[in-house]
């Protein structure tokens, strides 16, 4: 599609409970990236992708976070056990190209989740 | 300190002024340069690139000056329809690859 794509909007957990967030990139981009946007405008780089591999993993909790990008299948976000301090807005970005220069980002509309 | 820094705002002004921002980074290794705009927690959309050799597009200015490691923007004649964050976004060298680095971003507000 012409552009990216998230589900659901909204998701809401209680403690413990399992949450798994959906991103559809641009077509024809290469690169996918997740962050999480919590309170004051703090976004934190968690994974990207380069088609269905791992670029870059070093801002996952690895703990209980994973990440997947499957060919033909929307890439997703799954927390396991979330915790109160997981409620955040996550927002996928797709880009054609690698991290390099001027490699712009697109961003999708985020999911909202809320922990209970 | 923080890799990306702005001056959180919020900026209020009346429509037809003029506005800058300013943003500055720590990193001397960094690539690329972005402003984007953030309305109400929706998804930041990209405004412009940021050149070396300044860029405009409409009433938007943005200017990136590497030896004080700073990136501006400048907003002409504001309307209403800008009052959004504003987030300048940096493109750094950080544990062993490029990352996108956000600062926390400028509130702006336009009033009528």
């Known amino acids: 599609g012409e552009e990216v794509a998230q589900t659901p909007k909204h998701l809401v957990r209680g403690e413990g409970q399992k949450a798994k967030l959906y991103c559809a990139p641009i077509k024809g981009h290469s690169y996918v990236f997740w962050y999480q946007q919590v309170l004051k405008n703090e976004f934190k780089f968690l994974i990207s992708?380069?088609?269905?591999?791992?670029?870059?993993e070093t801002g996952m909790p690895k703990e209980r976070f994973s990440a997947k990008c499957l060919p033909n299948s929307p890439c997703s976000l799954e927390i396991q056990a979330t915790k109160l301090e997981d409620s955040a807005v996550y927002f996928c970005?797709?880009?054609?190209?690698?991290?390099?220069?001027?490699?712009?980002?697109?961003f999708g509309p985020g999911t909202r989740l809320t922990v209970l | 300190r923080k890799e990306v820094e702005q001056d959180p705002g919020p900026f209020n002004v009346p429509e037809g002024a003029t506005v800058a921002f300013n943003c500055t980074y720590s990193n001397s290794a960094s690539q690329s340069f972005f402003w984007y705009r953030q309305d109400c927690r929706k998804e930041p959309k990209l405004l412009m690139s940021v050149y070396s050799s300044g860029n405009e597009d409409g009433r938007f200015t943005a200017q990136l000056n590497r030896a004080s490691q700073y990136i501006s923007l400048l907003i002409r004649d504001s309307k209403l329809s800008d009052s959004a964050t504003y987030l300048c976004?940096?493109?750094?060298?950080?544990?062993?690859?490029?990352?996108?680095?956000f600062g926390t971003g400028t509130r702006l507000k336009v009033l009528a």
């Open positions: 970005a797709s880009s054609p190209s690698g991290q390099g220069t001027y490699n712009e980002q697109f």
């Open positions: 976004v940096v493109n750094g060298w950080a544990s062993g690859t490029y990352k996108y680095i």
């Open positions: 992708f380069q088609n269905e591999n791992v670029f870059d």
